[in-house]
């Protein structure tokens, strides 16, 4: 058995080195795109030591078992003339396969817990923000304890023509969006992570956050989000149609930048609050009715108004009956179906503008105009 | 009773009122294999869309019926029949009994099925198309806003989980009243053991489905919320009760597989399987703990802490058992006299590939790292290495092995071995490129990706329509076995295989054991 036993470690050493030299350029960040990234976040970097510190463990174990498989299918083989010989069993054997992979096992498990243990943390977060999933969007909104709150959605950026091969695909093909999360550098972040339809998932691999997003329940994960940067991320279950193409981009920069960008959000919502009080022409709202559109019902009720996962709005009942009756459907939904309530989405700007849009476009031609104003009393009249 | 020595009846008759194991093994073996085929054509499609960036083919709502389908009809349709297949075939013949225990059941639990496949594969053509939430059908997805079809979803599950239950209670009860005199349960055929720890699992856990989409269909039509929160229920509920069933559902899946590699490399080897003991009492661990387990799929929904752990420690566990019987299959083969004939080929991709799926899984067990791994295609990867490369390598493997016994004729071999390396070569080009995007950021159930996942996922098409293909020359070649293939009447057909099913003449009776045979 000596001398096998030697030939065998020759045999399994080469592999394993060369093995390791191959993770070892992985690790060092030069192919990305074959390996899980360590990520900007220290949870990030724990998490990508413990994938190398596993997977090394499993290479290990991988070339050993089939090392001695393939020497066993090289040299046992009828071929060689060789006598099978009669053992079936042996309990030392057995007793002493079944512990050792359970040391290894602890082994494994205490980084692990460790690890786990770090992400579980979530006190003391400078900056809380709700995240919420949306078919098939992102809200973002920031907990502000001095003044307003700041909300908005994040869209998917790339247009169609991309998607549908007309035009050549830009750099961040999925992955760029109309407006990103903005967040500070070096600051512990909580998010509150919930949906609004469906189940989601808030996925960004450099931050080391994925948490499910559940209507109804609120998740929370935190972060300390470290360098300046973008990072990109998209949607991790499966949440209908449109799931492949909800992105998620975070723009981490400085405290400062961060101040006055939020400053700018806040002033930015505080113009739309004066749009509400404002009567519009109707070719205002068309304009504006066409990109809400575009942005919120294209998906389902298709570019044309013809239809889809939603019903059509072309010549339908709704779009040209009663407006009362069309802003009710567009502000609370219809309970049971895929047809959300966009009242909450959607500012009485956007809202009105859409409603207008709808009953006038496709060849619908209904002549209504909606006023923001019609739009706040409807809601108020509920 | 007089024409009980009689063989089978003439015309369709036969094949309709047959109580006959092999009857309904052959009709549970072709109709896994034409799942199979649809279910492969489901995952060409999505291959194909996936060729390139951007939406070519299909729609993003048909992509998402592909890959619903695909995973429903695979998993339900393909692999599970087709081990329930080979269960009716070889248990009796292995056991040394006259048929299986309860062959009326038998009929029936068979036929129950192409009917329902229909009904689910119709849904493709009604109004708001087939199922598009997944094969796992995560509630609100898929009762809210789910198409209407979800309806006749819900049914189809029902009915195969019927289906699964009668089959599972035929090979308890066979196993259990009809061993020959002296066959006690530690001399069974591993085969034999693994198909009963199965049977037990699925009649443990098909009903904890059958109660999921019992919710579900509750809650699209009768009003309840048991997945809704806004009615005072939980989406996470539905996970729960969905993986306390999917757990146990691909040990079902694997551990047949465990006992079709169990009989062939002991075969090849010409030595004895090793730790025989051993590995019946990893199968029971196995099948114990994967009732403790289920809740690793669900890492990211916000467990407490401590359940997390305990998860994760309890999964991590798993590689205990199943590292003994990787063990005891290469000390199998330690010293062995082996040759390498096309199950043998199969057996051993099965060894490699499924224990590459084995170290991914154990990754995937640590829950830190899994919060970057879960729903990425670091996951696809992996199921796809111990559903594919080994439940269908295994399953492939035992065609080739118990073929020439069912039929009297012999495979072509170079075929076979052909179609082994096609195979072998197809699936790794397919899936190993699958853990690098993955890792890389790519989650799965996309129809379109960002442009960094082009070259990987450009070379897993290739490997998947490769793989694909190889199947064609495997029906080929086992419907030239049947037909024209060069008959053998040696009772071994393999000279290193041990059992009773080698004992019975070659092919194999239509009744088998009439009386019991001597046991030794």
């Known amino acids: ?382 | 009773m007089g024409d009980h020595h009689h063989g089978p009846a003439k015309g369709l008759g036969r094949w309709l009122f047959t109580t006959n194991h092999k009857d309904i093994g052959t009709m549970y073996l072709w109709f896994s294999f034409a799942m199979f085929i649809l279910g492969g054509f489901f995952a060409m499609v999505i291959r194909a869309e996936l060729f390139q960036p951007g939406m070519q083919l299909i729609d993003p709502a048909f992509f998402n019926q592909m890959t619903t389908l695909h995973g429903l009809i695979m998993v339900f349709g393909a692999i599970m029949p087709s081990f329930v297949g080979l269960a009716n075939w070889l248990i009796p013949m292995m056991i040394g009994a006259p048929d299986m225990a309860l062959p009326r059941m038998n009929n029936w639990s068979f036929w129950i099925l192409p009917p329902t496949f229909l009904l689910l594969a119709s849904t493709l053509f009604m109004e708001g198309g087939a199922p598009a939430f997944g094969w796992t059908f995560y509630a609100p997805l898929s009762t809210t806003y789910a198409p209407p079809s979800v309806t006749f979803f819900i049914f189809s599950v029902h009915v195969l989980g019927l289906s699964s239950i009668m089959g599972s209670i035929n090979i308890i009860a066979t196993v259990m009243n009809m061993r020959a005199p002296g066959m006690t349960y530690m001399k069974m055929p591993l085969f034999v053991w693994t198909w009963l720890i199965t049977a037990f699992l699925l009649v443990a856990v098909m009903p904890v489905l059958a109660g999921a989409v019992t919710m579900m269909l509750m809650d699209i039509h009768f009003g309840t919320s048991f997945f809704s929160a806004a009615g005072g229920g939980d989406p996470v509920l539905f996970q729960h009760v969905f993986w306390f069933f999917g757990h146990p559902e691909v040990y079902i899946i694997i551990l047949p597989a465990f006992g079709v590699v169990s009989q062939i490399i002991p075969a090849f080897s010409r030595k004895p399987l090793f730790g025989y003991d051993s590995m019946v009492y990893a199968t029971a661990s196995i099948a114990f703990l994967s009732f403790i387990v289920w809740a690793h799929h669900m890492y990211t929904v916000g467990m407490p802490v401590a359940g997390e752990l305990f998860f994760m420690y309890a999964t991590m566990l798993i590689a205990v058992p199943t590292g003994v019987k990787v063990f005891n299959w290469i000390s199998t083969m330690w010293r062995g006299a082996m040759t390498f004939e096309t199950p043998m080929l199969f057996s051993i991709g099965f060894l490699v590939l499924f224990t590459l799926g084995g170290f991914t899984g154990l990754m995937l067990s640590i829950a830190p790292a899994d919060f970057q791994y879960h729903d990425s295609y670091f996951v696809v990867a992996h199921f796809h290495y111990v559903m594919v490369a080994g439940a269908v390598f295994s399953m492939t493997a035992a065609i080739y092995f118990w073929l020439p016994k069912w039929c009297g004729r012999m495979y072509n071999e170079t075929m076979g071995k052909t179609h082994f390396w096609i195979s072998f070569i197809g699936f790794n080009l397919t899936f190993f490129p699958q853990h690098f995007v993955g890792l890389a950021g790519m989650p799965r159930r996309i129809p379109d990706y960002a442009l960094q996942f082009a070259d990987f996922n450009m070379m897993s098409s290739i490997g998947a329509f490769i793989y694909g293909a190889s199947q064609i020359l495997f029906l080929y070649n086992v419907i030239a076995t049947i037909v024209a293939g060069e008959p053998t009447s040696e009772e071994k057909v393999w000279d290193g295989a041990e059992g009773l099913e080698w004992t019975l003449p070659t092919p194999a009776p239509y009744h088998t054991f009439e009386t019991p045979p001597p046991v030794k």
């Open chain 1, 1 to 382: 058995m000596g001398f096998k036993a030697k030939r065998l470690l020759q045999l399994a050493v080469a592999p394993v080195l060369l093995l390791m030299s191959v993770i070892a350029f992985a690790a060092d960040g030069g192919l990305s795109s074959i390996n899980m990234s360590p990520g900007v976040t220290e949870v990030g970097r724990q998490i990508y030591d413990l994938h190398m510190i596993i997977l090394g463990i499993c290479v290990v174990i991988g070339v050993l078992v089939f090392g001695v498989m393939f020497y066993s299918i090289i040299y046992h083989r009828k071929s060689r003339g060789v006598t099978p010989a009669t053992f079936h069993e042996s309990t030392k054997v057995e007793i002493a396969w079944t512990i050792v992979p359970f040391i290894i096992l602890i082994a494994m498990a205490v980084p692990a817990t460790t690890t786990l243990l770090d992400i579980y943390d979530n006190d003391e977060a400078q900056l809380n923000v709700i995240v919420k999933g949306y078919q098939w969007k992102w809200k973002y909104e920031y907990i502000n304890e001095e003044g307003d709150n700041v909300a908005f959605f994040s869209n998917l950026r790339t247009p169609q023509a991309e998607i549908y091969n007309t035009e050549a695909k830009g750099e961040n093909y999925l992955l760029e969006v109309d407006e990103p999360l903005v967040l500070p550098a070096n600051t512990k972040i909580r998010f509150l992570v919930t949906a609004n339809d469906v189940i989601h998932s808030w996925w960004v691999p450099q931050l080391a956050v994925k948490r499910d997003a559940i209507p109804g329940f609120i998740n929370e994960i935190s972060t300390r989000t470290a360098d300046e940067g973008v990072y990109r991320g998209q949607c991790a279950e499966l949440c209908g149609k449109e799931h492949g193409f909800m992105p998620i981009v975070v723009n981490v920069v400085s405290k400062e930048e961060y101040a006055e960008w939020f400053a700018n959000k806040q002033a930015e919502a505080k113009e739309v609050n004066d749009l509400m009080a404002q009567t519009f022409g109707m070719d205002d709202l068309m304009t504006r009715g066409k990109s809400v559109y575009e942005r919120s019902c294209l998906a389902c009720h298709g570019a044309n108004g013809e239809g889809g996962v939603g019903t059509a709005i072309a010549g339908s009942t709704v779009a040209t009956g009663d407006v009362s009756g069309h802003l009710d459907i567009g502000i609370n939904g219809v309970p049971g179906t895929a047809m959300q309530a966009f009242g909450g989405q959607l500012n009485d700007v956007d809202m009105a503008a859409v409603i207008t849009y709808q009953r006038n476009a496709f060849g619908n031609n209904m002549g209504d105009l909606i006023q923001p104003i019609d739009v706040y009393n409807h809601k108020k009249g509920q």
